[in-house]
């Protein structure tokens, strides 16, 4: 069985836990937002590429679910004292190491995905992990505030800003000239089926989505994905500021619909949604208990998302 899924950061790396369990003889290859991705302190991080890496190769700090297990922030407090910043975004002594060896591979001329698969090595997550593009791609988001109208990047609005601040849109920059990455849409051609996991409708998979090639080429598979949206709300996050920006109510249905019956085949919602289960508009919609508590609480919606993709192939 060949499965692609497409993934962001916290959710989608959960659920990939889950899948990976669910179908241990699968291949599985997940192709992983890269709209996150930020230089700091003159290093390139990919945060989304490493909650992925670290979730799955066993390095991650569960409680928080981003960043490494067992860290120290040495650095941190050394650049602090030297009042360089920014100070909003935290990076741990073990995490600015992945970040060292990235940044040093870019910039002896091996593209994203290069590095990623020698990070990987290290890593070993047991799936195969493509960053969606090795082009630029960086979410910036509008906001208007007392400094009037700006673009920030989208970590300063997420991280500094809390999201507090409303959008008043958000781009993905250099999406449109972006080339999918090598292997991304060989991948997806010859999946079985296509999964999207619980990841941000707007800034992960919208903007892997938005990549060009990628979303006919999943659009032509059959494509399950599991809603991030439970009972009107994210489950954790600020997916619901996101989607307002774009004008897509926070709900399961509305995240259906936005991705489209032409996308969508089948959606799992949390049995707290059960009220849409069965068509819609195109979409069969199943109902189920939706919440990552562990990793087989994962395993089983991934069970269910290979069943119904099963069932609509
Ligand atoms: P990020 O890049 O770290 O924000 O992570 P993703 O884009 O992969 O995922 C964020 C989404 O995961 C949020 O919208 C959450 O609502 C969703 N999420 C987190 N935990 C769970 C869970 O246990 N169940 C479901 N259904 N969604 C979850
Ligand atoms: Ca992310």
Not at 90 to 102: E, M, N, P, S, Y
Not at 112 to 120: F, G, R
Not at 182 to 208: C, W, Y
Not at 245 to 259: D, F, K, P, Q, R
Request: a negative charge; one cysteine or more; proline letters at 5%.
């Amino acid at each position: 069985m060949r499965i692609v899924a497409l993934a962001g950061g916290i959710g989608g790396a959960r659920f990939l836990r889950g899948l990976r369990q669910a179908a241990p003889e699968a291949d599985i290859t997940v192709i992983g937002n890269i709209g996150d991705d930020i230089s700091l302190f003159g290093l390139r991080v990919c945060p989304d590429l490493d909650t992925v890496m670290y979730t799955l190769g066993g390095g991650i700090n569960e409680e928080q679910g981003w960043g490494r297990a067992d860290e120290t922030f040495t650095i941190r407090e050394e650049l602090a004292a030297h009042e360089i910043g920014p100070s909003w975004f935290t990076l741990g002594d073990r995490d600015f190491a992945t970040h060292i060896v990235r940044t040093q591979m870019l910039g002896a001329g091996y593209p994203l995905s290069a590095v990623t698969e020698a990070l990987c090595d290290r890593w070993k997550p047991g799936v195969r992990l493509l960053p969606m593009s090795d082009d630029r791609v960086e979410t910036h988001v509008v906001i208007e505030d007392e400094q009037g109208r700006r673009a920030v990047h989208f970590q300063e609005w997420w991280v500094r800003l809390h999201a507090q601040v409303p959008a008043r849109s958000i781009v993905a920059v250099g999406a449109e000239d972006a080339k999918p990455a090598p292997g991304v849409l060989e991948a997806i051609d010859a999946a079985d089926f296509v999964i999207l996991p619980p990841s941000n409708p707007v800034v992960s998979v919208g903007t892997i989505l938005s990549v060009p090639g990628i979303r006919p080429a999943v659009a032509a598979k059959t494509v399950v994905g599991v809603s991030p949206i439970i009972g009107g709300a994210p489950v954790r996050g600020m997916a619901d500021a996101c989607l307002t920006a774009i004008g897509v109510e926070t709900s399961a249905g509305a995240v259906a619909a936005h991705y489209g019956a032409e996308l969508l085949d089948g959606w799992l919602v949390d049995t707290a949604d059960a009220a849409l289960e069965g068509d819609l508009g195109g979409i069969a919609v199943r109902a189920r208990p939706l919440l990552m508590t562990d990793v087989d609480a994962a395993a089983d919606i991934a069970r269910a998302a290979i069943d119904l993709a099963g069932e609509l192939a």
